[in-house]
């Protein structure tokens, strides 16, 4: 029996390094997307050229805790992103906790058109250097938050008297939690079981850690039966009517083995 239950450990460690780096990570991370989209506009075309962008992650005693953004830059014709279009800029996986500001870099080759004519946006340095607006949004861990940055073309475009353009940005934000999480420890933490959430035919898994937590992570709402399979003395356990609530991780406490 005692070769067995190595066997089995073995097993299990393979099965946990032949998961996703982001599975096995995941604990206390939250997955953060960015989305453009835009209110309508009396333009053809307003192009808003953005190089890249960083987050204001809070943590206890720091204020300034910015992280870059793997983002998607380019020159984007708001226009495209109206009447709730969207697009994808940036997904990354944050700390639980919260969320105080972004900070959008603007280029220099902002345009608008009218009349079949493009105009320069004369765009403050300051814009260049780093936009600010405020985001104020709490992560919790294994859940999906979908950010979108909404950019009000019809605002932001100001005439100068020489007949040219200043782009003065004004933005909005809001944030949705597009799906939630399970988490629990297992005891006793040798039991190492393999956790599945199942809702019909979708199946979701994870492998508890060495200190016995697990995490399933973006999950849909709704009511699941999730199975323990643990390794070898120990007794499969399944607890139904799991239900999954988007933006919260429904905590199913201790779950013991026999």
Request: net charge positive; with cysteine.
């Amino acid at each position: 029996m005692y070769k067995q239950i190595i066997a089995a450990i073995l097993v299990a460690g393979a099965l946990m390094l032949s998961l996703p780096s982001c599975v096995r990570d995941s604990v206390k991370n939250a997955t953060l997307s960015v989305r453009l989209t835009d209110a309508p506009a009396n333009y053809q075309e307003v192009l808003i050229d953005i190089q890249s962008a960083q987050i204001n992650v809070s943590a206890t005693g720091i204020t300034e805790n910015w992280q870059a953004l793997p983002f998607r830059s380019g020159v984007y014709n708001l226009l495209d992103f109206r009447n709730g279009m969207d697009t994808l800029l940036a997904k990354v996986e944050l700390p639980a906790g919260e969320i105080s500001q972004m900070r959008l870099v603007l280029g220099s080759n902002n345009r608008v058109k009218i009349n079949g004519q493009y105009y320069t946006l004369d765009t403050p340095s300051a814009m260049q250097s780093g936009l600010k607006f405020n985001i104020n949004a709490t992560l919790t861990e294994g859940v999906e938050y979908q950010l979108w940055i909404d950019f009000d073309a019809a605002r932001s475009i100001v005439a100068k008297g020489n007949g040219g353009f200043n782009l003065k940005p004004v933005i909005r934000t809001f944030t949705k939690a597009t799906s939630g999480a399970i988490k629990g420890l297992v005891s006793p933490t040798a039991a190492m079981p393999y956790v599945m959430a199942i809702a019909g035919s979708d199946t979701i898994g994870t492998i508890a850690g060495t200190d016995g937590k697990f995490l399933l992570r973006g999950i849909a709402a709704g009511s699941y039966k999730v199975v323990f399979q643990p390794v070898s003395p120990y007794v499969n356990k399944t607890v139904d009517n799991v239900i999954v609530i988007s933006g919260q991780a429904t905590d199913l406490g201790t779950v013991t083995f026999q």
